[in-house]
Structures are given as structure tokens and as C-alpha cells.
């Protein structure tokens, strides 16, 4: 009885050394395991910068070809209005009241700051227009270390009987009603919602889709227009048709 005890205590106690020996090698493991992790985020963390400075690089290229850009895109007659309104998110964005306005929208450019990660601006340059005194209205966003942004814009100077109030747009005392947005309104609210993210839908539309591109935008709508004439072509070629045929069957009657 005696010996049966001491033969399950031995192999109690090996049991537990066993288990031990697997514990230590887990810890072991998992150290080497977070060494490496470690390793590779600062190979990301060198990567990460090593990216933004290539993009802050050609950032800098691309800054005189953005100005031939601008500087062609102002001999096009609306051109901004129509890759505005062609853009499936941001032509929702414009009442009728602000298609008025994007007609005297000449130039845009879209600036990141020279550390790139710490925010960019949005600027839209129009004619004197009879809506408002300025000429260059300009969004910035600056990203703060805590994660929240720091938002301004340029204030706009209404002229008399012109101006957006309370999401109504009024000239001359007669209001137009602006549906839920108006671009103007997301233009000058400054305010960062937490549950609000249209500030960085707009802004990251503008930024990231339209900016890089509008021509994709402005062709949209100029294909539309082809499209459109292609079809009142293909009508009017068989409406001829039907008429050919009835003036043969004229002839036909007449003999």
C-alpha cells in the first residue's frame, strides 16, 4: 500500500514538472515571439516615414503640374460645376442656389502640409461674383497628436440679400430651401461631430477622388451628352425611315 502511494506521488510530481517545463518554454516563446513583433513595428515605423517622404517628395513634383492643370482647366467653360455634379456623392452636395454660384468657380487646389500627416487644405479660387466679397475660400483641416481636427474656413462676406441661414439660402428676400446640405454649409460649419462624419467624407472626396482626377467626372457628364445626341440621331434616322416608306406606298397608290 505503501509503495502504491510513493508510485502516485512520483508521478504526480512529474506531472507537475512536466507541466512546468511547458509553461517556461510558452513564456519563452511568446518573449521571442514579442521580440520580433518589435522588430517589425519599427521596420513599419521606418517604412511609414520613409513613405511620407517620398509623398511629401512628389508632392513637390506634381505642385507646377496641378498649375498647368488649373491654368487649362480655366479656358473650359464649367468646368468644375460639371465634375462636381457628375461625382455620384458630391453633386448631391450642391443645390440649385450653389450650382449658381460653382459658375463662377474658376481654379481649386488641394495642399497637404509639408509634414503630411499633420493635415491639408482645400481652397476654391472664384471670379468676383455678385454672391459674395471674397475670391479665395480655403478649408483646412490640421490633425491634432490627440486624434481629434482642428477645422477653419475662410468666413464668407454675403453681399446684401445673398447668404445661407440656418440651411436656407436667401436673395433678395426670397429663400430657396436648401435640402439636408448645402455645399457652402459644409464649407463654413467648423465644428468636428463625433457622430457627424461628413467633414471627412466631403473633405476625403474632394482630396482623394476629385482632385486627382476631375476629368474622369467632367467626361462623365460630356459622354452623357454624346450618348444623348447619338439617341435623338437613332430617332430621327427611323422616324425618316417610316417616312420614306409611307411616301412609297404613296406612289404605290397613285399608280
Same mark, same amino acid.
Given at each position: 500500500? &505503501?509503495? !502504491? +502511494?510513493?508510485?502516485? *506521488? =512520483?508521478?504526480?510530481?512529474?506531472?507537475?514538472?512536466?507541466?512546468?517545463?511547458?509553461?517556461?518554454?510558452?513564456?519563452?516563446?511568446?518573449?521571442?515571439? =514579442?521580440?520580433?513583433?518589435?522588430?517589425?513595428?519599427?521596420?513599419?515605423?521606418?517604412? /511609414?516615414?520613409?513613405?511620407?517622404?517620398?509623398?511629401?517628395?512628389?508632392?513637390?513634383?506634381?505642385?507646377?503640374?496641378?498649375? *498647368?492643370?488649373?491654368?487649362?482647366?480655366?479656358?473650359?467653360?464649367?468646368?468644375?460645376? #460639371?465634375?462636381?455634379?457628375?461625382?455620384?456623392?458630391?453633386?448631391?452636395?450642391?443645390?440649385?442656389?450653389?450650382?449658381?454660384?460653382?459658375?463662377?468657380?474658376? /481654379?481649386?487646389?488641394?495642399?497637404?502640409?509639408?509634414?503630411?500627416?499633420? &493635415?491639408?487644405?482645400?481652397?476654391?479660387?472664384?471670379?468676383?461674383?455678385?454672391?459674395?466679397?471674397?475670391?479665395?475660400?480655403? *478649408?483646412?483641416?490640421?490633425?491634432?497628436?490627440?486624434?481629434?481636427?482642428?477645422?477653419?474656413?475662410?468666413?464668407?462676406?454675403?453681399?446684401?440679400?445673398?447668404?445661407? #441661414? +440656418?440651411?436656407?439660402?436667401? *436673395?433678395? &428676400? +426670397?429663400?430657396?430651401?436648401?435640402?439636408?446640405?448645402?455645399?457652402?454649409?459644409?464649407? /463654413?460649419?467648423? =465644428?468636428?461631430?463625433?457622430?457627424?462624419?461628413?467633414h471627412d467624407e466631403v473633405a476625403e472626396i474632394i482630396k482623394?477622388?476629385?482632385?486627382?482626377?476631375?476629368?474622369?467626372?467632367? +467626361?462623365?457628364?460630356?459622354?452623357? !451628352?454624346?450618348? &444623348?445626341?447619338?439617341?435623338d440621331d437613332e430617332d430621327k434616322g427611323s422616324d425618316g425611315?417610316? $417616312?420614306?416608306?409611307?411616301?412609297?406606298?404613296?406612289?404605290? $397608290?397613285?399608280?
Amino acid at each position: 500500500m &505503501g509503495s !502504491d +502511494n510513493k508510485g502516485k *506521488k =512520483q508521478k504526480v510530481e512529474e506531472t507537475n514538472k512536466s507541466e512546468d517545463q511547458v509553461d517556461a518554454e510558452l513564456v519563452l516563446s511568446i518573449e521571442k515571439l =514579442q521580440e520580433i513583433q518589435d522588430d517589425l513595428e519599427k521596420i513599419n515605423e521606418e517604412a /511609414s516615414d520613409k513613405v511620407l517622404e517620398i509623398e511629401q517628395k512628389y508632392n513637390e513634383v506634381r505642385k507646377p503640374i496641378y498649375d *498647368k492643370r488649373n491654368d487649362v482647366i480655366k479656358s473650359i467653360s464649367d468646368f468644375w460645376l #460639371t465634375a462636381f455634379m457628375s461625382h455620384p456623392a458630391l453633386g448631391e452636395l450642391l443645390t440649385e442656389e450653389d450650382q449658381k454660384i460653382f459658375k463662377h468657380l474658376n /481654379s481649386m487646389e488641394v495642399e497637404d502640409f509639408k509634414d503630411v500627416k499633420s &493635415g491639408y487644405s482645400i481652397t476654391f479660387n472664384f471670379n468676383p461674383n455678385p454672391y459674395f466679397e471674397e475670391t479665395k475660400l480655403t *478649408k483646412t483641416f490640421t490633425f491634432l497628436e490627440e486624434g481629434t481636427t482642428n477645422i477653419t474656413a475662410t468666413p464668407i462676406t454675403w453681399k446684401e440679400g445673398m447668404g445661407i #441661414t +440656418n440651411g436656407e439660402a436667401g *436673395k433678395k &428676400g +426670397n429663400k430657396r430651401s436648401h435640402v439636408d446640405e448645402s455645399f457652402f454649409i459644409w464649407f /463654413s460649419d467648423t =465644428q468636428e461631430k463625433e457622430d457627424d462624419l461628413l467633414h471627412d467624407e466631403v473633405a476625403e472626396i474632394i482630396k482623394e477622388d476629385l482632385w486627382p482626377n476631375p476629368l474622369t467626372y467632367f +467626361n462623365n457628364e460630356a459622354d452623357d !451628352d454624346v450618348e &444623348g445626341e447619338e439617341d435623338d440621331d437613332e430617332d430621327k434616322g427611323s422616324d425618316g425611315s417610316d $417616312d420614306d416608306e409611307e411616301g412609297d406606298d404613296d406612289e404605290d $397608290d397613285e399608280e
